[in-house]
């Protein structure tokens, strides 16, 4: 594992540092706007007073914090996989290139001494059955601090909060009683706590630690001028009615609905999407203060 020299420091000197994951940048936004905004997480990471550690593959290396050629290269690449847990020690014994998930960059930032880690949406239960997100079990078992904007609005969310229990998932609303859906800031399904500052967020990792829990800390947060929940539910639905009738499935599920979902809203899943990922880089970087 290579960590950056920034990064290195930071930790030795206990200095704020929040991970961002690559899959979002390989795989979940288009070329060029995924590289814009990969360099716009680092610069919002920094303007809150943290240094920026984004987790990568190059050439079977896990970095920890990438140069801007780095960047650059993950994001332009062509042949980068999305490395999740069972497929990232393939990806790193081949030498291969590779964009990790919620899951895979929990692990690996556990792994770096890292405390907070900033995404956009989880993975999390799919309406078709036993497709489920590796994201859910593996935020078990890593002991950080993980800030999303919830769900993909495209998975079952009860379920996807009934898993989180499950497997003892510590869950908080910031600011919020209710499950945030991505790109709608709320859902009518309850949380069990609510927090209404970072130093609160912060608070809650510490006692998390004391009492030996091995599970993260999800701090979800809703998105600004995000779209009704009806809304979204009513594309949703929508796009899932075509995708049948069109007999897609598989892996070519979930980018035609999030396209269709972004056709259905005039652009304007897109717009929030962005939006959400740097108002969760910026509360990342403000908790990580705190535990700093
Ligand atoms: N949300 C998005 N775009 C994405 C992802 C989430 O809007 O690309 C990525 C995240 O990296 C998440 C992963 O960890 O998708 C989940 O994929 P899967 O359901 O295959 O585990
Ligand atoms: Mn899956």
């Not at 949406?121 to 059955?129: E, Q, R, T």
């Not at 709608?184 to 630690?209: F, G, K, N, V």
């Amino acid at each position: 594992m290579l960590i950056s020299g920034e990064v290195k420091d930071a930790l030795q000197s206990d200095k704020p540092v929040v991970a961002l994951e690559s899959t979002v940048i390989t795989h979940g936004l288009p070329v060029p706007v995924n590289l814009k905004t990969a360099r716009r997480l680092e610069e919002a990471v920094r303007q809150e007073g943290a240094v920026p550690a984004t987790i990568g593959i190059l050439a079977g290396k896990v970095h920890v914090g990438l140069t801007a050629a780095e960047l650059e290269e993950l994001a332009g690449r062509n042949d980068v996989e999305k490395a999740s847990l069972w497929n990232l020690a393939a990806v790193v014994a081949a030498g291969k290139w590779g964009g990790t998930t919620v899951a895979t960059t929990a692990h690996l930032a556990v792994r770096a001494g890292i405390r907070v880690f900033a995404t956009g949406g989880i993975g999390g239960v799919h309406p078709l059955a036993y497709d489920e997100s590796s994201d859910l079990l593996a935020l078990s078992r890593t002991p950080l601090v993980v800030v999303s904007a919830g769900p993909k609005s495209i998975l079952d969310l009860p379920a996807t909060l009934e898993r989180l229990e499950s497997y003892g998932v510590g869950v908080v609303g910031y600011k919020t009683k209710h499950l945030p859906a991505f790109h709608s800031p709320d859902s009518p399904y309850e949380l069990p706590a609510t927090i209404w500052s970072e130093a609160e967020a912060a608070a809650h990792w510490r006692a998390a630690r004391e009492l030996g829990l091995p599970a993260a800390t999800m701090v979800f947060n809703p998105v600004s001028q995000g779209i009704p929940f009806s809304e979204v539910m009513s594309c949703v639905e929508q796009a899932n009615e075509e995708a049948r009738a069109a007999g897609i499935g598989g892996k070519d599920l979930t980018p035609y609905l999030l396209r269709r979902l972004s056709e259905l809203s005039d652009g304007r899943s897109d717009e929030i999407n962005l939006r959400l990922l740097e108002e969760n880089a910026r509360l990342a970087a403000r908790i990580a203060r705190h535990l700093a």
